[in-house]
């Protein structure tokens, strides 16, 4: 190659590395403005972005500092927030057309804008102050040019439109009935109620939010110091490839910080702290059906007009009995009755206020904590001296001296055992230990069943090939792990044949047959959907990560045609599996899975007994970003200090000139 080939390619070769360069230095779009004016604002607040993702805000008053949090969310969850609120006012069909009318119908029977604006009314007035700041901030950074130039609203020709006070309360509302299980239906369900439950499974695939009951919140003393401890939560978010939860802290004159993971939207708080104490509540809300002796005279009905764009517009016909939601009747005399505490006119919000430190004991009705009354409010505190409590009464306690584990899954417990051994054996290592992928059910079932395969020795290749793997597996469900495959592969045919997984105290004859059985139909299975190269079985490829972008997953009931970019830039998010819903860093389950799928959305939050710090992991992607996807990486993300991220921007909140 001739000197002068040398100096073209060098030459290409730098001006492709400055490109990439340039592009990751640009990002996605026009950058924080350094100046904004906010009304009603009493002082000047500043925020500062870091290049982390996390926001800091320096306010001297609640109430500006709010109006700083609506700002934040509002830059950087504007998509979010903008469908979660139409989500909630049900008027998706608006902006999406005739396709989402069902969501919108849905969300109209729930109630969720309707009994928003009575709670509104119903709140103290510095409570509403603090919201009415909250949804200026907030109506600020969605008028911003970073906003409207936003792909997902330039494609599809939309602006964000203007948030009303009383509009948190209906995403709150939203965000609590995500919280729920899925209602039984038992007694001869009607069509309309089976409709009912359609509707609902689809307003939780539209969302991509579903899984919330395998969250779960820790706390553990050091093994030195019993002054020193950790909190740990972490929320299982569903399937959202968007970002959900900002974190900022909130810094004021002459005290310390409050430290804060937020949802976009409305001003909730599931996990913060403020130095003296911290707090993680799991999200879950309460409801049920009742089948009940009705009066048709004591029906009181309601009205909304439904008008998707284009099409017809729609009258939605709502029915209340006894304090509940008449669902269709199933005979003259009886009917189904939907009891949610959503269906009233309270709020969470000043519970939130108070928890964060962010009301004022001044405020009429707030001499005492307000209680929770949308979600369970189950969780753990923890204060400055190391102890914690237990919040409400969650379903699943693990308790020992040393540590506690609340949550509601039944793998809650296998959990609370691999937090008890790495307590034992080593120092306080909240980010080390939330990342272990190692099983205790795995550790313990499996050795006590492997006797029962020992006739398959011999039979053929593809079983002596399986069984070297399961044999020699250690428990840990890594994303490059095969015997993790064959194990839970071997637990799903188990189960699919007899209704469980096996256990040691199953007659041993029997329970011999079915589990040889139950291991070829396995090994049948994996080599019919990958092959019989034994090689490919890896955890990462059964128990994929894919992720929904919001909106952009749904093009086959948007009117809007979303196929250039949901297929490009919007398509999910592939990313390696890992871990399992029995380890302590979580995961998939083959014999457990979500109603709605895999949930692979995950946020962890730490922190310490008395410092005002908040270290979290979570997966952080933008679409639009110059080479995202080349840049994302397959491993887990790496912890991220709130209080300590690199300055990138900032942004002077000033009150608007009257």
Known sequence: MSRRSYVGLALALFLAAGAVLWGRMAGSGPSFPARQSIPRLADSVTIEWTAQNTARIEATSTTDGLAALGYVHGMTRSWVATVWRRTALGTLSRWFGPGLVPLDRHARQLGFGHHARRAYRQLPARAQNRLRAYTQGLNAALRSNRVSQQEAFVVLGKTPGQWAPWHPLAVERLLAWIGTSFLPLSGGPTDELQAFQTRDRLLRRWLHLHGWDRSVAWAAQSTTDSTRAALFTRYVLGASA??????????????????????????????????????????????????????????????ERVAPRPGRERLVRVRRYDGGLLLPPTSPDSAWVLRWPGLGTHSDVPRWFAEADLGSTSDAGEQSTPPFHLLRGTGLVLDAEGDWAVRGRPPIVERTPNSVLVGRSPWVRYQAQS???????????PARWSASDSSTWAARLLPRLLSRLASLSGTAPLLDDALAYLR??????????????????????????????????????????????????????????????????????IASDRRHFLGWSADSIVSADLRPLSTTRFSPLRRPGRGHSSALAGGPSLTTSAPLGPAPAQWEGWTRSGQPTLTVRRLRFDPSAFLARSWLRDDRPAPVSVTQGEESATTRLVPAQP
Do not use: C
């Open 472 to 541: 020699n597996w250690n428990y840990t469900y890594a994303p490059s792990s095969i015997g993790a495959v064959l194990f839970e592969q071997w637990m799903r045919a188990h189960q699919a044949s007899i209704g469980h997984v096996p256990t040691p105290s199953d007659p041993s004859y029997f329970a011999t047959l079915r589990s040889r059985r139950a291991f070829q139909r396995a090994v049948d299975t994996l080599a019919a959907r990958y092959g019989t190269d034994v090689r490919q079985w890896r955890w990462e490829r």
């Open 419 to 429: 937090l008890r051994a790495h307590r034992a054996r080593s120092p306080l290592a």
């Open 242 to 303: 968007n970002p959900l939860i900002q974190e900022v802290s909130l810094h004021w004159p002459k005290r310390d910080p409050t430290v804060l993971s937020s949802l976009p939207g409305a001003p909730l708080f599931p996990t913060g702290t403020t130095g003296h104490r911290a707090w993680s509540y799991l999200l879950g809300s309460s409801a049920r059906l009742d089948r009940v002796v009705w009066d048709s005279t004591q029906v009181h009905d309601r009205y």
